[in-house]
């Protein structure tokens, strides 16, 4: 909004304060309510969307849609309409910084803190989609975090109105978003509940390692890569973090939809779990999916020996008793043999099968051969084999996250609990560059084209200033601060000065409201003179713009001095030409001279 406009009013209800943030698509406004006479956020749709029609029918649908979700942990929106060709939507004012701030502010967060902030993102979520809501722009600007540390998750359903290949296509307008795509939603297919699990995923990734899974040039770049690439594990960027918290978050960002979590709920379960240090869904689903159903049974047969009782038959010679008595002697002596026998076999057998795995001891086995594959599902199936694993970065021009090597390698003898290691690709360190000089004092468009050649993201913060309207002030970090490709480097950018109400001069004298004018940061204008009977000569009777009104500092004031009173108005004499003159006639008669017959 310019500050030199008077402030817009739409529909004849919101009035806009001032500008709060600008976005792909719109720009969000702190307004106030005159009806209801309390503040709130009007987000402003661009012109340029109101002349597709199909995509006005989606906003108005998607905005009714939103409009009916009330949940603690969404932003409601109150109202949305159209004002002269614009389209606007109105939320609760929210006092607080959107996460994304946060981020860049102060870095990663801790995994509990982020636990904390994914648990109520999840209930937002989970409450939308039960209302048939799909949010498909879950992103740490769209997540706003109050003073009180209240989460709030804004923008409900609004994404859906956006064509996305179109807004692919909007280099820097959708940047953030295709930081956070689904592999579907880059890919143009259906989306659904698990899409934004996705996205919230890739939001506990940046969260807890300070920056996104895929870095990319173009938004195009960054979408291709959740769908081709395996992004670094979240503890190879930040070793503090828990294993069973990375898993949580593996599994929300898993390419294939069936393997994430079914629905925000059960990830906001898992979430939960971890915070109260319990075991997480996420680490046993994972053990589970890899593990080998494999297993061996050994059974073991008692062995008896026979009845050593002889029966002598009836009507035996008792002078053979001393010849069976000697068979029945061996016969015991070789049943004692081959007990022994058997009892050496049994305990062979046992400590053979020891060493082969069997009866709690350590089974060798081949170690599978895992190099060529992605590191996620190789470290998995090791694991699964009670192998210990450890990971050994490698630069490679091989695709990140390919495994190019195991010690020991594979095929070789191992046992539960020895270590393997694997050489994992990794691309090499973002390129360094300089923010580049000549931002300051030039205009936001030239600066943001300057950061854009320099493989450079921007983002515009408006600040009142008394500097022309759209001049860089300063950029954070400061110009020659060398950071890494594909960062973004903040503008403070001039809104424009605050404007200055001008003073009522009606009654003053014309030096001292010149002063008055000259005082209050206005240049004195125009002089015009009027006769008045109210004002002595050199009185000051009205200015224009009159007094209240609100301009730009150094605006020109016109003034409109007396005269003193108007002069009475002139008599005019008028001289009435005399009658003219009567002529008489006298006519003279005979007798008594009485014309009028008088007499007698």
């Known amino acids: ?31 106030h309510d005159r009806l209801l006479d309390r ?61 994304s701030s946060i981020l860049k502010t102060q870095g990663p967060l801790d995994a509990e803190r982020t636990a904390d902030i994914g648990v109520h993102v999840a209930a937002a979520l989970g409450y939308a989609h039960r209302h048939n809501v799909i949010h498909r722009d879950v992103k740490p600007g769209n997540v706003l975090i109050t003073d009180e540390g209240q989460v709030k998750v804004t923008d409900f359903g609004i994404a859906r109105a956006v064509n996305t290949e179109e807004s692919l296509t909007q280099t820097g307008a959708v940047m953030g ?61 930040n070793p503090s973090i828990p294993p069973t918290f990375e898993a949580i978050i593996l599994k929300s960002m898993a ?14 379960a898992d979430l939960l779990r971890f915070s109260e240090g319990r075991t997480v869904q996420a680490a046993s689903d994972t053990t589970a999916m ?12 008692a062995v008896a020996a026979p009845d050593a009782t002889r029966t002598v038959p009836l009507g035996a010679d008792l002078a053979d008793e001393p010849e069976e008595e000697d068979k029945k002697n061996r016969t015991r002596r070789y049943l004692i043999l081959l007990a022994i026998l058997i009892v050496a076999l049994l305990v062979a057998g046992y400590f053979l099968g020891r060493n082969l795995g069997y009866f709690g001891g350590s089974r060798t086995f081949s170690l599978p051969d895992v190099a060529g594959q992605q590191v996620g599902p190789a470290t998995s199936a090791l694991d699964a084999s009670g192998l210990t694993v450890v990971r050994h970065n490698q630069v490679s021009g091989d695709a990140p996250g390919t495994v190019i090597a195991t010690n020991p390698k594979g095929g070789s003898p191992v046992k539960k609990g020895d270590t393997v290691t694997l050489d994992v690709a990794v691309a090499p360190p973002p390129r360094k560059v300089a923010v580049p000089s000549g931002l300051v004092g030039g205009s936001v468009s030239n600066a943001q084209q300057l950061l854009q050649a320099a493989h450079l993201n921007s983002s515009v913060k408006y600040v009142q ?65 009027q006769s008045s009977n109210q004002y002595a000569a050199g009185i000051v009777i009205s200015s224009n713009p009159g007094p209240g009104a609100s301009v730009p500092p150094g605006s020109a004031v ?10 009475p108005p002139t008599t005019t004499t008028t001289t009435t030409a005399p009658p003219p003159t009567t002529t008489t006639t006298t006519s003279k008669s005979s007798g008594n001279g009485n014309g009028n017959g008088n007499g007698g």
């Open 177 to 237: 978003t295709a930081t956070y795509f689904s592999p579907e939603q880059a890919e143009g297919r259906g989306v659904d509940a698990r899409s934004d699990i996705y996205s919230l995923g890739v939001v506990l990734f940046e969260m807890s390692t300070g920056r996104p899974p895929f870095l990319g040039d173009t938004p195009v770049a960054v979408a291709s890569k959740h769908v081709r690439d395996i992004p670094p594990t979240p503890r190879e960027l």
């Open 290 to 301: 890899m593990a080998a159903a494999a297993g061996t049974t050994v059974a073991m047969g």
């Open 465 to 529: 200033n008394s500097a022309t309207q759209g001049t860089v002030l300063s950029t954070q970090p400061p110009a020659g601060t060398r950071i890494d490709q594909g960062r973004t480097v903040v503008l403070d950018v001039s809104s424009g000065p605050a404007n200055v109400l001008v003073p009522s001069l009606a009654g003053q004298s014309q030096p001292a409201a010149e002063q008055l004018l000259t005082s209050a940061g206005l240049t004195p204008g125009s002089i015009f003179q």
């Open 1 to 31: 909004m310019n500050p030199s406009q008077t402030p817009r009013v739409f529909s004849e209800r919101y009035e806009l304060n001032h500008l709060i943030a600008r976005g792909g698509m719109a720009e969000v406004y702190r307004a």
């Open 39 to 99: 503040p709130v956020a009007l987000k402003v749709l661009f012109p340029e969307l109101s002349v597709d029609r199909s995509f006005v029918e989606r906003f108005r649908r998607e905005a009714q849609a939103a409009a009916n979700l009330s949940h603690p942990n969404i932003v409601p929106v109150f109202d949305w309409g159209e004002d002269t060709g614009t389209y606007f939507i109105v939320m609760e004012f929210i006092d607080g910084r959107p996460l």
């Open 558 to 567: 016109s003034i409109v001095v007396s005269t003193g009173a108007p002069p």
């Open 255 to 268: 390419k294939d939809q069936a393997n994430r979590y079914p629905t925000a709920e059960d990830l906001r």
